[in-house]
């Protein structure tokens, strides 16, 4: 039972480069989110995704991109990379809205 | 616009000395509220769902309530490895993500 599984873990970035952090679920769960987590900040929602598709911007959308072309996979797209972005990224998925989400264990991101 | 107001930000308790978690809320619309457990370094664990006014929770040391305003955590004879950071977490009736608080981070000491 892997869940929700991000990779990488860890990763360095220099302003102006570019990556997109991985997400993949084998719960079969419709809905999928994007979430940055910032020290004292909680966790304020990037994207999120209703279904293979179908993707929605959340508050702090700008900087990013998401696609969602199957179930499993939700990637997040950085472009053009910034200090501002350096944060704790969590992907998460939920069977149905309003249930609980299960949540990755995070991707720590530094801009330097 | 949804807001989720967390207090105390930080609590320090002793090994067995109960005490409680708030969360206040404005919404349109309540739908459901969330809590999560996160330990540092790893992604939140979900605790409970509210539905509704007078409802209540237990898990182990761990109990939540919920008015038309508030939640409580409970904590009751909390041990050190309760220590974590506690997110409540609101869904509205419109609309399918949840909003976070920033979170009460527990710490319990032997």
């Known amino acids: 039972n892997a869940g929700v599984t991000q990779t990488p873990k860890f990763r360095i970035l220099k302003i102006g480069q570019s990556m997109t952090l991985q997400c993949t679920q084998d719960m079969n769960h419709n809905y999928m989110y994007w979430y940055r987590q910032d020290p004292g900040m909680g966790l304020k929602l990037i994207y999120y995704?209703?279904?293979?598709?179908?993707?929605d911007k959340g508050e702090v959308p700008n900087g990013y991109n998401v696609s969602r072309s199957t179930t499993e996979d939700f990637p997040l797209r950085l472009e053009l990379a910034a200090p501002s972005q350096t944060s704790v990224y969590f992907c998460?998925?939920?069977?149905?809205?309003?249930?609980?989400?299960?949540f990755g264990s995070g991707t720590r991101l530094t801009v330097v | 616009e949804d807001q989720v107001t967390q207090s105390p930000e930080a609590l320090r308790l002793q090994e067995g000395e109960s005490s409680s978690l708030n969360c206040s809320y404005t919404?349109?619309?309540?739908?459901?509220l969330f809590w999560y457990r996160q330990d540092p370094g790893k992604g939140p664990e979900f605790l409970f769902t509210?539905?509704?006014a007078g409802e209540e929770k237990e898990k182990e040391r761990l109990k939540a309530t919920l008015t038309k305003k508030e939640s409580f955590l409970h904590i009751t004879a909390p041990k050190p490895e309760d220590s974590a950071t506690y997110l409540c977490a609101v869904h509205q009736t419109s609309g399918s993500r949840l909003t976070f608080g920033e979170g009460t981070q527990l710490t319990v000491n032997p």
């Open positions: 919404v349109s619309g309540l739908r459901g």
């Open positions: 998460a998925s939920s069977e149905k809205t309003g249930r609980g989400y299960t």
């Open positions: 995704s209703v279904g293979a598709g179908i993707t």
């Open positions: 509210l539905y509704s």
